[in-house]
């Protein structure tokens, strides 16, 4: 009896997935449990085990997407199950041949050439929809980049186009109107590469967008004496076999931030419509650089947790992410974002708040630097920061007063104790 | 049978004798001058019969023209400035200008059933022979056309099934000994088409097609007999065509003597000349016929010039009742 | 009510028309006297004589030029081209005389004359017995086409071609010469130009012609057991089509599968596709399909009956296009 390995559904708002990389071949056998697959979804990457044993028959190419619990492999008992499945799929014309990535000459030809509307302007294949559909998509507002059709041919019709419907009303944030700018169009001379924009980068290329339409976005940029913070720190480490870990800046950063948004609350809200929604938990997310974008994972309820505890907990969500072994809870309900591109060198930045958050805090270069302290020029430790507020919520001397708060305890990090 | 070649005949046909003649003349006149757009299919020298042929038929009788014979229209009554400008493609035409030269029709005067194909109308005149007696009230049908229609299978099934109901028809047709750029020894083995009327149980006579008195004796004959209840009749007229085809054939297919030779038999000169010697005209009368004529001509086409054409949504009109 | 054969209700028809109207007259191949080589004129010659139940020699050309003379003196013809095959021996009179005549002539003369004839497979007598060439008349402007598929369609509609002022080509299946139907006892007539909602549905739109509007009947019927509902469309006229009945269909169903004989190209489907295409296409959802006869001669005997599309092959492509 053949096994179906399908698109899991991994995440509460998970509805297709994308293939990656099939880590086994045609035809290969495959162990129960071992890594048969990786797929995307709109947030994360994922390994995917193999349900069973058998000699793997691929339904589903590279770069396909498909609806949650879709077959996209079966694994066949034995080789004769495997031939005869292969048979009968040629007979009835159903082998999907492995979509080839035009040349950049083609894809080029093709943009320049065509006038219809962008979103199928910048599908990488010709997407094959039934007039219905096509009138339905434009009037719901429907990316037909992420809809996988269940008409004959992969199709979409408009069952497909409802559906997307449905599951968006049930997800949240709302996406904003996005207003199509077209840049002039390249001479095919200019162009190196083309690189589609899909999956993971989409997501974060529409969030961050429409985060900018949809916030008056600013910027507090300036330095704290983080000496003490150092020397605290340094402290610790030397107490590693008594604490059993090496508590890091971030972590103690971490823990510093959820203690001040206890008592300013306002930083740990949301703006929806005319209202600003507080919430009721202080979910810190930390953000990781990745290859394929920033993921970041979120450390929940940090105000009450032990430094220890965050340090366990963040040191685990960085290993999943970077092992792309994230669920889809470890990447939701953050209300606060801490981004420290300091250690790649950079003192200031301007950096992009999380929607639907109202903040983000980043952590730029820490560096040994001279300071005048009581008249006197001393070594110390200095951090940039650059902390971008919402405006339509938050007030510069709302955001001067967070930073005073930091500065505070981070030049008194025992106040951490106490609070 | 006593044929009734009273002086009121006699001089209807000579005037529309006249008339036709000089409309010829005019139309081709007019097309060489480019007035006409399409084309003329000329008549002249083939006017005798027509005129007979009219001249024999009652007003309420029917009439399916051979394409060439205008005289046959006008003397079964056509209004002049009507056929002019139908020619003209005018709107004032007697089809509103759609038709033209080709299909001429007048269903007033009985005069239906012309087309521009060639030999479709003689079922046509069939059909109608079937209405006038199941009408009963003794109309008849003259079914006229050329010596190349007779090679249609419509020809034959037509004159079979008129011959086989008995129907109150006469089949006239005008061999000019051409069909199109065809001598008639490229269309049929025989040599007298009225022969083949025996085929299929009819009587058939052939006269001289120059001559009208003669072909006026040989309708009246006919027409009664189909009044009569006796069935139909097939009627050869022998003439020639002085011109082309239609206007800017330049003829190369047929010999020069004779043309020359059937020019010498002018209709119009010998019709004249057999009434005067009968002292039904005079040269004053001719006179007076020419300017008639004349003025009914130039009046006619002053009146065809004048009219408009049909505008597009005259044209696109009556395709369904 | 009464049940009638469709074979009857051709005959009714007539019957009563030329009771009504002492102008309108029958001829044909074997009309008269022998009643018609389908028992369609059986009765009449007795009841109104020979010269308003003609019989005709073989000759459909002249057939036909007989009604067209006859309907421009201003009688109403019914003459009968035995089998549709032959029709293309008067292809000359149909088509320029009688569809243009009356528009050459100015108007000056209308031809209310009706051609009926035979068509369609059903007796497996082969290439020459058995087409369907209604597409041919479809095209020419100055004709109507009109095709019933049941005994009150047949009669309504006869009567109604028969009154029309214009050539109207009357088209009777032969195979359905025997099915019989409910037909109103009381004078009753079924206007031309409108179709009819045989059945109605909302997953997908079936319009079918002639004969296949049984099978297309069955297969809803039979699709209704799997919840599948068919709404079928007889257009019952060809020519002018009632394509507001087919086009508020599809955009109700939003799919569409057109069964006819004849082959496909050109064919009614042909015509109707493009319709939806020009009218309705952000309507569709799937492609048109169409069913028809394959493209080739009608080969003589049973393997006809393989070959013309039937209660399976809708049921199999409603299947497709719905999964």
Redesign the interface.
Known sequence: MSKDVIMPKLGAEMTAGRIVEWKKKEGEWVEEKEVVVVVETDKITYEIESPGAGYLHILISVDEEVPVAVAIGILCESQEELQSLMVKEKAEGLIKPKTESPSPDQLVAAISTSSISPSIKHSRREIRISPLARKLSREYDVDLEIIQGTGPGGRIIKRDILRAVQDRKVTTPPTVQKKEIVPPPSSEKMIKEIIPLRGVRKVIADRLYGSLQQMAQFSDMGEIDVTEAIKFRQKLLEQEGFIGAPISLNDILIKIVAVILRDMPIMNSSIHGEEIHIWNQINIGMAVSLDEGLIVPVIHEADKKTILEIHYLLKDLIDRTRNHKLNADDVSGGTFTISNFGSYGTMYGTPIINPPQVALLGIGLIRQVAMVINDQIVAGWSMAYSLTMNHQVIDGAVGSQFINRMRKVLANPSLLCAV | MKIDLSRKVLMNMYRNLVLSRRYEEKLIELFSQGKISGWIHSGLGQEGTGVAIGESLNKEDYLVPYFRSRSSLIAKGINLNELTAEIFGKNTGCCKGRSGEGHIAEPGLGIIGAGGVIGSSIPIGVGLAYAANLEGEKRVVACCFGDGATSRGSFHEAINMAAVMNLPIVFVCENNLYAEFSNITIQMKIKDIFKRAEAYGIPGVAVDGCDPIAVYEAMIEAVERARKGKGPSLIETKSYRWRGHFEGDPCEYRPKEELDNWLKRDSLIFYQNSLKKANVIDTKKISEVEREAKNIIEKAIQFAFESPFPSLEEIMEDVYA | MKSLNFRWAINEALKEEMERNE?V?V?GEDVGKPGGPFALTKGLYEKFGE??V?D??L?E???????????????R?VVEIMFMDFITIAM??IC??AA???????????L?LVIRTLFGTGLRAGGHHSQSLESWFVHI??L?VVMPSTPYDAKGLLKSAIR???PVIFLEHKDLLRIKGNVPEEEFTIPLGVADVKRSGDDLTVVATGKLVHAALEAAEELAKGDIDLEVIDPRTLSPLDKDTILNSVKKT?RLVIVHEGTKPCGIGAEISAIVAEEA??????PVKRLTFPFMPIPFGPLEDKLVPGKNEIIEAVK??L?
């Open positions: 102008r007259f001829a010269w308003r003609k005709t020699p000759s050309e002249a057939i036909i030029g007989l009604a067209v003379g006859a309907a421009a003196a201003g009688y013809p000359e009179q320029n005389q243009k005549l009356r528009y050459l002539y100015g108007g000056k003369v209308s209310p402007p100055g109507k029309d002022d214009n939003s296409l952000d309507f569709l959802d799937a497709e296009i999964t």
